[in-house]
């Protein structure tokens, strides 16, 4: 009997269904992606419960006839290839012709379509793959495509599913990404409960971030002009060939300026001639643009738009069209980092940074919550060309080193663009929303270094037994001690709690870090992180017995929200009352901030509303409410926080650091932060070689 056997269709459109049918985004952006090839100029989103229970795409493309109808549903039927030789140069969106088979293949699929030609249309409907039904009907010119009950069939797979708000967050995502790509045509994404998206067709790029994000988000950023210029190749990769010569390549966009810093990549959109993708080279070459102006751990928000003729672009290397390899990756990368370089020097000096900062930490003191123009998922995508002008106003370019050469000038060669691996770029972590990073000439600080701690209990007794009194040689020790001293070991260590409750204060260094002193030895405490430590605990324990106090505003803060941040304000609405806000909806994707909790100020209240809108990740949308008590205690902590900067007396001091010694964890802010750090008597001797 053989052992190899061809898998029935069912089976076959079930695996291939896996592959491109990850959740209902992936639903959406397979009928999106059809409607704009069909030359749609108005699409429209119907989604409820988050896409399992129905999503309905109408679109007034052009339409399919009867038979057109039926065969989109064959496995690998489509109008947009001819040939193999089109494999090298894609101009639609689409082209594997897998998802209309696919998706009804999990689901119970209505098909109305109708071409402008014909007169009338055709109703087809499909259940689990198998075609129930063929109807003509009386239809209006365009694509209507519903899909009920996802998954339905495939009921192990529907339970991968996260919550109602988290697949909306993906929709909504989506939708952003594609009217971003296309602002001269129409989106509008509905619930049965709010409008999310309404977008009407603009004619600027300009105008679709503000129809999207709002006035402030479009007052971040700063227009990258349209750069342009012709291919070369690298040095480690082969020469252009005579008819090759011609093909160019353009950069433009927005990018957020030095000071705008997000706690994520939620902020960055890459858009590869028009399409979605999400491409590791494109995020180095942004993060490189950036290096020496953000701290490695702080990231911009870039809304980045790339154009080339499609043949220098392979989009058939994922089964979802989300991954792209281009032919001169390393020009592109070079060319993309300098055109977003050479707008940031222009909008402001690049600023010398301390050593510590240079080497990515870039740790906040002063607790400022980054607050970036975009609040959407850090998905990738891709665009039409808008009319931009070059950045020299008459087509040349103005990037050194990237024009096109010459007769008089030498020919410069493309430096290989070094990529590291993902670790080092820190591609698809997360970091804690743990504040911004001044541009400033402050002296060298300590270098902030994340720790994980257990219980209070539990924590005394693991230090004393990890952290020895005499510390010569020893590499396990945090690096940030080492900035203390001069000597070859390392000096510093986190205290036990109890070492910290007789503590005398000296004074201050740089009206930001309290010197104190008691027979252990000398101490230094980062007065930001040791006063959001203790904000932190009082506003969990407060919140536990419903008392968070807050504070009406004078006059009521409007705060646009984007259709993400929409989404996860109505999800936690009712926590952040009891948290001390008080938000009210004021029209469709606007709210109105009443009252904030105690302690923050008034200039603080949309920066903190908006951290803690962004600080949940997409896929932590459906985190615990004892996760989410801790995310809005944190954040709010840190904006009523002391900053750096601020001179006390010996009075406020002293309240500090009783108030921080009885904390339950007094050695670090609820970032993770160190709060406190030692100098020992015996440390301090072995420093002057007397022992």
């Not at 795409?57 to 064959?74: K, R």
């Not at 969106?93 to 699929?109: C, D, K």
């Not at 993906?170 to 709010?194: C, D, E, M, R, W």
């Amino acid at each position: 009997m053989s052992r190899i056997r061809i898998l029935p269709e069912a089976v076959a459109n079930r695996i291939a269904a896996g592959e491109v049918v990850e959740r209902p985004a992936s639903v959406v952006k397979e009928l999106l992606e059809n409607a704009l090839d069909a030359g749609a100029n108005s699409i429209r989103v119907e989604v409820e419960s988050g896409g399992k229970r129905m999503i309905r795409v109408i679109d007034d493309g052009h339409g399919m006839t009867h038979d057109d109808a039926l065969l989109a549903f064959e496995r690998h039927a489509t109008s947009k290839l001819k040939s193999a030789d089109d494999l090298m140069s894609i101009a639609t969106l689409g082209f594997r012709g897998e998802a209309m088979p696919t998706i009804a293949a999990v689901s119970q699929l209505l098909l109305e379509t109708r071409d402008a030609a014909e007169p009338e249309g055709v109703r087809v409907q499909f259940a689990a793959g198998k075609l129930v039904s063929v109807k003509s009907a009386g239809l209006p010119p365009g694509t209507t495509v519903s899909v009920a009950d996802l998954f339905y069939s495939v009921p192990a797979r529907r339970k991968f599913l996260k919550s109602e708000t988290t697949e909306l967050g993906h929709i909504a995502s989506l939708v952003t990404h594609y009217a971003l790509a296309n602002p001269g045509k129409q989106f509008v994404l509905t619930t049965p409960t709010q409008q999310i998206i309404d977008c009407p067709p603009v004619d600027r790029l300009a105008d679709r971030i503000y129809q999207l994000f709002g006035k402030q988000s479009l007052d971040e950023l700063v227009e990258i002009p349209t750069a342009t210029a012709a291919f070369r190749a690298a040095i480690t990769e082969p020469e252009l060939e005579p008819n090759e010569e011609s093909a160019r390549i353009s950069v433009y966009g927005f990018t957020s300026r030095p000071e705008v810093q997000r706690p994520n990549r939620n902020g960055i959109y890459v858009f590869v001639n028009r399409r979605l993708v999400r491409d590791r080279l494109i995020l180095h070459a942004i993060h490189e643009a950036y290096r020496n102006i953000l701290p490695g751990n702080v990231f911009p928000a870039t809304l980045l738009f790339l154009e080339m003729p499609y043949d220098e672009v392979d989009v058939n290397v994922h089964p979802a069209k989300i991954e792209v390899r281009f032919r001169r990756s390393q020009f592109v990368h070079d060319f993309t980092r300098d055109s977003i370089r050479q707008v940031l020097m222009n909008a402001r000096a690049v600023p010398s940074f301390a050593a510590a900062a240079g080497a990515g930490t870039g740790a906040n003191a002063a607790g400022n919550s980054p607050n970036g123009g975009f609040g959407m998922n850090p998905v990738t995508a891709a665009t039409q060309v808008s009319p931009y002008p070059n950045s020299n106003g008459d087509g040349s370019q103005s990037l050194a080193g990237t024009a096109q050469n010459s007769a008089a000038a030498p020919a410069v060669s493309i430096p290989h663009a070094n990529i590291p691996p993902l670790e080092d770029v820190g591609i698809g972590s997360g970091v804690g929303s743990d504040g911004g990073f001044e541009l400033t000439g402050a002296p060298l600080r300590p270098v902030a270094q994340r720790f994980s701690f257990e219980s209070a209990s539990s924590l005394g007794a693991a230090l004393d037994a990890a952290a020895p009194t005499s510390l010569p040689n020893d590499a396990a020790q945090p690096n940030w001690a080492a900035n203390f001293s001069t000597a070859t070991d390392a000096p510093g260590r986190l205290p036990h709690p109890d070492e910290i409750s007789d503590l005398k204060p000296l004074g201050q260094v740089s009206a930001s870090f309290i010197v104190a002193v008691n027979a252990e030895g000398l101490w230094i405490v980062d007065q930001h992180v040791a006063h959001e430590r203790v904000l932190f605990e009082q506003h969990l324990e407060a919140r536990r017995a419903g008392k968070v106090e807050s504070q009406r505003m004078l006059m009521p803060i409007i705060l646009e929200l984007s259709p993400r941040q929409l989404v996860i304000y109505e999800k936690i609405a009712d926590e952040l009352t009891a948290n001390g806000f008080e938000v009210e909806p004021m029209g469709p994707r606007s709210v109105a901030i009443q009252a904030i909790p105690a302690g923050v100020t008034g200039n603080d209240a949309e920066k903190l509303l908006t951290e803690i809108l962004d600080g949940i990740e997409r896929e932590n949308a459906a985190i615990s409410i004892e996760t989410l008590q801790a995310k809005i205690a944190a954040s709010t902590a840190c904006h009523a926080a002391i900053k750096v900067n601020m001179p006390l007396d010996q009075t406020k001091m002293e309240w500090l650091l009783a108030a921080l010694a009885k904390t339950d964890c007094p050695m670090s802010c609820p970032h993770g932060r160190p709060v406190v750090l030692r100098y020992s008597v015996k440390e301090i001797e072995r420093a002057f070689h007397r022992i």
